[in-house]
C-alpha cells in the first residue's frame, strides 16, 4: 500500500465547508482512497472512498484529481461534531486491510 | 450487538503480566483485523483473520504477541509478559470479505496501560 501525506491539523468556522487535502503521488492504479475520521476516545469511522470518479454520500464528498496523485475530502457544512483526525489511506484492490496510516489532520471546528 | 464490541475498555497492569484483549466483530462479518494506536498516533496493523485463519501475521511486534479467533467470531489478542512500551490503545475492526474496497467497522478500543 502506498503512503499519502497530509496536514498536521486544520480549522474551520462552523456552518462553513471544509476541504482536507490528501497528496498520494506514488498510488497505482488498483488502489482505492478511502478516508476514515476518528472522533475523541473513538474507533475509526468509515467515510467514503472512491478509485477514479469523484464520489458523494451522506457524510461527504470525494474529490478525486484526474492523474490519482491527491484527493480532496470535502464536509459541505462543518459542524462541531465533524471535529476529529481524519485519515486518508490507500487499500490494494486485491488488499483487505490497511497496513499503513499516517497520523492524519486533526480537524478544528471553530463555533 | 449493532457493532463491533470490545472489552475490556480499559486495562491496567504491571509489567511482565498477561493480558487477554477481546473483540466480539458485527455479526456475518468474515473479516477480523487487530489496530493498535500509540498517543497521537496513525493506526499500525497487527494481524487480521480471514474466519479462524490468519493470512498475515507480520505485523505483530513480537513473539509475546498472539492472537486466535474461533468459530469465526470473537477474537482474542494475547499480549504476554507485557512491557511498558506495549501500553497504546488496541483497537478492532470487522468487515465482509470484498477485497479492496470492504468498509471496516472498528470497535471503541482497549486502553492498556503498563505500570
Known amino acids: 500500500d502506498a503512503k499519502t501525506t497530509q496536514p498536521n491539523s486544520m480549522e474551520s468556522n462552523e456552518e462553513e465547508p471544509v476541504h482536507l487535502p490528501c497528496n498520494h503521488s506514488t498510488i497505482s492504479g488498483t488502489d482505492y482512497i478511502h478516508w476514515y475520521r476518528q472522533l475523541p476516545s473513538q474507533g475509526p469511522e468509515y467515510v467514503i472512498h472512491?478509485?477514479?470518479?469523484?464520489v458523494n454520500n451522506r457524510m461527504a464528498s470525494l474529490a478525486i484529481a484526474e492523474d490519482r496523485k491527491s484527493s480532496t475530502l470535502i464536509l459541505h457544512r462543518a459542524t462541531l461534531r465533524d471535529a476529529a483526525v481524519y485519515y486518508c489511506?490507500?487499500?490494494?484492490?486485491?488488499?483487505?486491510?490497511?497496513?499503513?496510516w499516517g497520523a492524519g489532520t486533526k480537524l478544528i471546528i471553530k463555533p | 450487538g449493532a457493532g463491533v464490541s470490545q472489552s475490556p475498555s480499559n486495562k491496567v497492569t504491571e509489567k511482565g503480566k498477561d493480558v487477554e484483549l477481546r473483540c466480539d466483530p458485527i455479526s456475518g462479518h468474515t473479516a477480523l483485523y487487530w489496530y493498535r494506536q500509540s498517543l497521537g498516533q496513525g493506526l499500525e496493523f497487527l494481524i487480521y483473520f480471514q474466519g479462524n485463519s490468519a493470512p498475515d501475521k507480520s505485523g505483530l511486534p513480537s513473539d509475546r504477541f498472539s492472537a486466535e479467533r474461533t468459530g469465526g467470531s470473537v477474537s482474542t489478542l494475547t499480549i504476554q509478559r507485557t512491557q511498558q512500551e506495549d501500553s497504546a490503545v488496541y483497537l478492532c475492526a470487522s468487515s465482509f470479505w470484498t477485497a479492496g474496497m470492504p468498509e471496516a467497522f472498528f470497535g471503541q478500543g482497549t486502553r492498556l496501560t503498563v505500570v
Open positions: 472512491g478509485l477514479t470518479s469523484n
Open positions: 489511506i490507500l487499500k490494494g484492490m486485491d488488499s483487505n486491510y490497511q497496513l499503513i
